[in-house]
């Protein structure tokens, strides 16, 4: 009797080892910091666009035939990616566009932003932007405006 229990015993512990491959469970969504590098009203830029640079080059020769950025811009580009939001032509003035928040999942960026019109709008062509740094990712990013 003593035999069978010690080998009943046996399995049980044997069995109840953990035999699964482990299976790292995904990251939960992680909110980005960002930094805003320049906004204005007159990029130049007429068609809405929102564009993602990882390099100086990327960044210069997107901006040669426009206005922005303003002035001479240092970015590490080992250490971040910029993301540009162009409204294109817009017939009002004092538009503004400001992120919510930027979330960085396992597989994409998603960055959340509002446009928003000020209270005194004048009739004025000008085409709006933002330009902000987030930490260095090689992830897609989607843009999801809100309403």
């Not at 299976?23 to 990029?43: F, M, R, W």
């Not at 130049?44 to 080059?57: L, P, R």
């Amino acid at each position: 009797m003593l035999k069978y229990l010690s080998l009943v015993l046996l399995v049980i512990f044997l069995f109840s080892c953990n035999c699964y491959q482990q299976v790292d469970k995904p990251k939960k969504s992680g909110l980005l910091s960002y930094e805003i590098i320049d906004q204005g009203a007159h990029s130049g830029i007429k068609k809405t666009q929102n564009v993602v640079f990882n390099s100086k080059e990327e960044f210069y020769n997107f901006f040669k035939n426009y206005k922005v950025p303003k002035s001479e811009i240092n970015i590490n580009f080992n250490k971040h990616t910029v993301v540009g939001i162009f409204l294109g032509q817009q017939t009002t003035g004092s538009i503004s566009i400001n992120i919510q928040k930027i979330v960085d999942q396992d597989n994409k960026v998603i960055i959340f932003y509002t446009v928003k019109a000020g209270a005194i709008a004048t009739m004025v062509m000008t085409e709006p932007y933002l330009l902000i740094q987030i930490p260095k990712t090689n992830k897609p990013i989607d843009f999801q405006l809100l309403k």
